[in-house]
T-cell receptor
Framework: RKEVEQDPGPFNVPEGATVAFNCTYS??????FFWYRQDCRKEPKLLMS???SGNEDGRFTAQLNRASQYISLLIRDSKLSDSATYLC?????????FGKGTSLLVTP | DVKVTQSSRYLVKRTGEKVFLECVQD?????MFWYRQDPGLGLRLIYF???????EKGDIPEGYSVSREKKERFSLILESASTNQTSMYLC?????????????FGPGTRLTVT
């Protein structure tokens, strides 16, 4: 099974900071990419899809580099409520392959 | 909004018991999935189904079976529960379309096998 690798963190940042997470994947045939967010003891929820040209949703920006098989998530102006685990997700055939997640703690 | 529900939030069973975990989705999604999530191991796919009565093994199917008799319902069965099956079990669903679409998760069932 093809792998998705993430730095587990934790990333501890002050409110208002900009933080970036990276992810690498090994299956060059992957076509679908996502970032999910998971709060403590809750289910994962879709944060955003990642498109080839890069995409932005408010304070969140996702980038995809197919040549390097690398995905990133940038969070600007961090809020306390951004504290969570962020999961990088890549398709493997018809299924999704989830990274183990990067933990973010935003402090006052 | 997509809604995926799971039959129990918390479940305690004894070793050797047969355990049924039920999952229902209300968005007419073709695909359904069962994962388990353990600290340090992330989400691991147990089984998935892309149509009624169809099933495919995921990464860790041993000790589990599944049933999909209706489109909206996907059941995970532990034939003889063991302590190493203590885990958080998450069900998800997704539609079939262009590419692989995002999955929507249920709230999870925290199973403890004693």
């Amino acid at each position: 099974r093809k792998e998705v690798e993430q730095d587990p963190g934790p990333f501890n940042v002050p409110e208002g900071a900009t933080v970036a997470f990276n992810c690498t994947y090994s299956n060059s045939a992957s076509q679908s990419f996502f970032w999910y967010r998971q709060d403590c003891r809750k289910e994962p929820k879709l944060l955003m899809s990642v498109y080839s040209s890069g995409n932005e949703d408010g304070r969140f920006t996702a980038q995809l580099n197919r040549a390097s098989q690398y995905i990133s998530l940038l969070i600007r102006d961090s809020k306390l409520s951004d504290s969570a685990t962020y999961l990088c997700v890549v398709n493997f055939g018809y299924a999704l392959n989830f990274g183990k997640g990067t933990s973010l703690l935003v402090t006052p | 909004d997509v809604k995926v529900t799971q039959s129990s939030r918390y479940l305690v069973k004894r070793t050797g018991e047969k355990v049924f975990l039920e999952c229902v989705q209300d968005m007419d999604h073709e695909n359904m999935f069962w994962y388990r999530q353990d600290p340090g191991l992330g989400l691991r796919l147990i089984y998935f189904s892309y149509d009624v009565k169809m099933k495919e093994k995921g990464d860790i199917p041993e000790g589990y079976s599944v049933s999909r008799e209706k489109k909206e319902r996907f059941s995970l069965i532990l034939e003889s529960a063991s302590t190493n099956q203590t885990s958080m079990y998450l069900c998800a669903s997704s539609r079939t379309g262009q590419g692989v679409s995002e999955q929507y998760f249920g709230p999870g069932t925290r199973l403890t096998v004693t």
